[in-house]
């Protein structure tokens, strides 16, 4: 460990020092600081898609702060400087293994639908709103529950406050950071409906276009917001002045007349933010090849997801078949367990999840068995019955569709030098959200409850309609995996409904082909989430799996995931994207 005095926190200090000599007007430019794919060492790591959110959270463990307090500070940092993904204004789940005990612990901090909000919410006349129209409004915004999280996780298990867990986020905002490219795109991506909303215009366009790559920018709105909470409490967004300024932007979103939009309003009132809580849930754990993989329940699919799709994986021995009946029965077990997902997965406050049965061995073995290892199934293939009787290959009788989902998030990993390690996804749905800044505030609105399905996709049984106080299903899936009772490794993505095969994926190649973690995460994806074709990034190798009756459809790239793994002699291995979303930032405290 380093002591305050010793270099490290000399050249944070120095760094510090020199963000503020270079404090110039917004016009100026400086170099954006450098992203590192891949970090080995000792002491602690973080890894984060952003390097301001890394190096807080990386000065938080040197100064003796823990994975939780530095995943909350990084998280923060993210509101700031990727606060199109992610914020105060949103909602996540926040995945901890806990040294001391052992244990894993998990926070739902999912956004919760109005009490107002009826199956129908998201019908009009008879037919489902237009998705475009329920991404900018007021109709789709859940209670945040990013702030309750933060408050959660450091009331549970962390070391410091949130006035200190913020304070890193707060400078960043108020003396700037350096726009990048992916910031700007991300403008870039949302001039037309940021235009519509003053608020959001005065914040994030400069004469209606993006700030320029290399300028600084800052948030003085988010600063202050960031400032209240230290000061107040996150109880100011539930019951205080911001909740009182989030329901009047729902209500009455303050849409420019000349953008023509129509914008819908919604449907929250200052009781539901005042009844929000953001529960500990129990993970889901599967047992993969002898370790222990944690994932996040529901209302969150992806543990339940990545869970029956590894059981389903592991009646083959994937290392022994080779690359491409490896990636088959990969495509073949996402499809199975999509199907499972969109059939049965939803809020388990407001419906009945069989998730024991969705995570038997018993119900793998069952959907293992209609894998054929010479052809791919047709797709959709129709939902399992996980019932607890499972003789030969059962399926239901009647095929349900996918729902939509967004394609924003974003993922960090922490870990400490007492072992301890947080695997974080944190959202506010589509990229930019709900596009409304909430005004004077400095940050986005989610539009989360697109996640749920507008109508029934599944013959009268969908889980995943709206209904009062409901959290729509998420795909998120932090995941820690641990062996002989001790963290390998940790590891999560963004990217809606991808998230689940993305982290699958790097379960499997790490785990079954031999693959390094950050080999891992960088190899090309493809994502088979039980429709006709399989998304595949264009340099994922898809001869052998073409011949054998996959189809595939190009997308540019799949998720943006970051993680790290424990190695065997004691250090952390830290591993970000090295180029989607513009790479992330991974490091260690002390590099070897
Ligand atoms: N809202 C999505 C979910 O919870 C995540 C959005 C995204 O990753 O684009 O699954």
Known sequence: MRSPRQPAALVALLTGLALVVSATPASAHRPAPEKVPVAVGYGGAVSTVDPDATRVGLEVLRRGGNAVDAAVAAAATLGVTEPFSSGIGGGGFFVYYDAASGQVHTIDGRETAPQAMQADAFVENGVAIPFADA??????????GTPATWATALDQWGSIDLRSALRGATDVARRGFVVDQTFADQIAANVARFSAFRS???LFLRRGAPPAVGSVFRNRDLAATYDLLA???VA????????RDVVRTVQDPPVSRRSGLVVRPGLLELADLASYHAPLRAPTLVSYRGLDVYGMAPPSSGGSTVGEALNILETSDLAALGTTQALHHYLEASALAFADRNRYVGDPDVVDVPLEQLLSDG???ERACVIDPSTALVKPVPPGVPDGR????????TVGTEGSDGQSTTHLTTADRWGNVVAYTLTIESLGGNGIVVPGRGFLLNNELTDFNFVDTQNGNDPNLPGPGKRPRS?????IVLQDGKPLLAVGSPGGSTIITTVLQILVNRLDLGMELGAAVAAPRASQRNTAAVQAEPAFPRADLQALGHTFVDTPEIGAA??????PDGSFLAVAEPVRRGGGSAAVVDRR
């Open 200 to 202: 959001s215009a005065d």
């Open 236 to 243: 100011e967004l539930y019951t205080g002045r911001l909740a």
């Open 562 to 567: 970051t993680g790290i793994e424990l190695l």
């Open 231 to 233: 000061r107040r409490g």
């Open 363 to 365: 119900f793998a073995a």
């Open 135 to 144: 991404v900018t409004s007021g109709l789709s915004v859940g209670v945040p």
């Open 390 to 397: 499972y003789e030969g290959c059962g399926a239901a009788a």
């Open 475 to 479: 795909s998120m899936a932090p995941t």
